[in-house]
C-alpha cells in the first residue's frame, strides 16, 4: 500500500488534482469529505455524528475519522496507490495514519503540499458547482459548466455544497490554519513534502503533481 498525500487549505484543489491524474497513476482517489457526504446521506451512525461539524465546518472528531479510515484500509488492496484527499488533517490523524501504515506494510511515498492565497480559495470556494451525479467540480468564472446548472460530463444537476458558503468557508479556513498546517512542518522534517503552487490552472496543477508522484 503506497500513499500519496494531498495536503492543502479547502478549495487548494486537491479533490480536482486527484480526479485527473488517478487514471493516469492507476491510483484509488480517497476523499474523507466524500466518505462522509455519503454516510451523511446514507444516515449511517457515522453520518449522523458528522453531519453537525460539517455544516459548521469544524473538524469531526479524529476517533470517528480514524475508525472511518481503519475500515476503509481494511478493504484495501495492499499493492494498490492512494491519493489521499483530505486525510490526515490533524496530527493525531498523522500519528494514526503512520501506525496503521506500519501494519500493514504501506509507506507514505510523497506529501504533495497545494498552496493557495487565501483570497484564492475564498473565490474558488464561493464560485464552486459540484455535479450530483458524477461529483465533477466546475466554478462560475473559471470553468464555467458549456450550459448553466448542467454537468458537460453526464449532464446531471449542478448544485452548491452547503458548507460552501462565506461564513462557513472563512471557519474552514481557520480551522485549517488552526488544525491542519501544522502537518507542513511534520512532513518536511520527515523529508515528504514537496510544495506547488496550487494558484495556476487546474491542467497545469495536475500535470505538476502528477509528475511529482510519479517519481515517488
Ligand atoms: P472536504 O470535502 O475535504 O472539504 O471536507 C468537508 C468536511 O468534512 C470538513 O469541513 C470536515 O467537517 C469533514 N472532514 C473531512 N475530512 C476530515 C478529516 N480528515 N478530519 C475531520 N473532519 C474531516
Redesign the pocket.
Known sequence: MKIIVLLGA?GSGKGTTAEKIRDRLNAVHL????M?RAAVKAGTPTGKT?DG??KK????PDDV?VRLMEDRMEQGDANALYLL??????IA?AELLEQSLVARNGRIARVVFLDAPRDVLIDRLTGRRICRSCGMNFHVRNIPPKREGVCDACGGELYQRP?DNRETIEN?LDVYERQTSDLIARYTDLGLLTRVDSAQGAEALAEQVANIVGQG
Not at 31 to 34: C, I, R
Not at 57 to 60: K, Q, R, T, Y
Not at 85 to 90: E, N, Q, S, V, Y
Open positions: 479547502p476523499s474523507t469529505g466524500d462522509l458528522a461539524y460539517m465546518g469544524e473538524l469531526v475519522m484527499d483530505g486525510f490526515p488533517r490533524t490523524q458548507d474552514r
